[in-house]
């Protein structure tokens, strides 16, 4: 039986990790490879160019308009929706009165949780449709409010000024009410004893959050702040179907560059390539420098 296991083992091995290899790392490795290529997508005939895309790459004014944008997103989006969600984990799970139960959330904490996560039942295109008619000009719910109390409202996604900051909105919303709900059920791992005892201290909630939860929750912050990173370096989907990168490229990200560098009428699939290599490497030293940044020594609380 001892000499019988190891082909027991590779035979249950062997079949996953050849799918794997199929499926997920052989896409990687042709990316690569086609990315040295000035191959069109649709034809035969694909010509060795060694790094020539990637130097066209470095000098491409969009490329870098792009990028920025990504920047400006992967330094708001996961701050801002982090905050949001402990702040609104912090209400559901002690913002309420203190009393005999001890330490309680808000009245409605069910309702609130429910309202929060709603828009995690919604696919993105659903989400960016949505909005793009409250964006609306003309009958969008967001300016019929600003006409009611007589400010008229810009064209939000017609306007370089907003449309990209629009776009933001609707992704930190699309993603919040996961976090509320991640946090919340962190928050509800940690003793009710150490909120008692820190706010029988005189500590106030903010000190509390600041002192307590963060440090005990501080793991899983790590893991929603890279998860949320990715997200920022993303935003393809709703870029593309609320602005399609426009007006004159100010909400244009690096996904949807690659995408339109790929499928435009010029279908240039080995600059697109080269782009997607600069995403994968981009990707994976934000990934590396947030676990590196934000190692802390593990909390143990029980």
């Not at 004014?61 to 801002?80: K, R, S």
């Not at 309702?111 to 929060?116: H, T």
């Amino acid at each position: 039986m001892r000499h019988g296991k190891y082909p027991l083992i590779i035979a249950f091995l062997v079949p996953p990790l050849l799918l794997y290899g199929i499926f997920v790392l052989s896409p990687y490795v042709q990316a690569f490879q086609i990315s040295t290529t000035d191959w069109g997508g649709y034809t035969a005939d694909a010509n060795y160019v060694g790094f020539d895309n990637f130097t066209r790459l470095f000098r491409d004014g969009q490329i870098w308009n792009a990028i920025q944008n990504n920047a400006i997103l992967l330094a708001v989006v996961p701050v801002v929706t982090i905050a949001l969600g402990l702040f609104f984990a912090t209400m559901l799970n002690m913002g309420g009165r203190r009393g005999q139960a001890g330490v309680v959330g808000v009245r409605g904490t069910g309702v609130y949780r429910l309202v929060y996560f709603f828009p995690q039942v919604l696919s993105v295109v659903i989400i960016a449709v949505v909005w793009r008619e409250v964006y609306h000009p003309n009958n969008g719910l967001l300016n019929a409010a600003l006409g009611a109390v007589g400010i008229d409202g810009p064209t939000w996604l017609g306007d370089p000024r907003f449309a990209f900051w629009c776009v933001l909105a609707v992704l930190v919303w699309s993603n919040v009410g996961f976090y509320v709900v991640l946090f919340g059920a962190a928050m509800q791992a940690i003793p009710r004893d150490i909120y008692e005892a820190v706010l029988l201290d005189g500590a106030s909630r903010l000190v509390t959050v600041v002192k307590i939860t963060i440090p005990l929750l501080w793991d899983t912050i790590q893991v929603a702040w890279i998860y949320l990173a990715i997200a920022a370096l993303d935003g393809f989907i709703l870029v593309q179907l609320m602005t399609d990168g426009g007006p004159n490229f100010s909400s244009d990200v690096i996904g949807l560059r690659m995408y339109n560098t790929a499928f435009a009428s010029d279908t240039r699939f080995g600059y697109a390539s080269a782009i997607g290599v600069v995403m994968f490497f981009l990707t994976l030293s934000v990934s590396v420098l947030a676990l590196r940044a934000s190692r802390r020594d593990r909390i143990d609380y029980s």
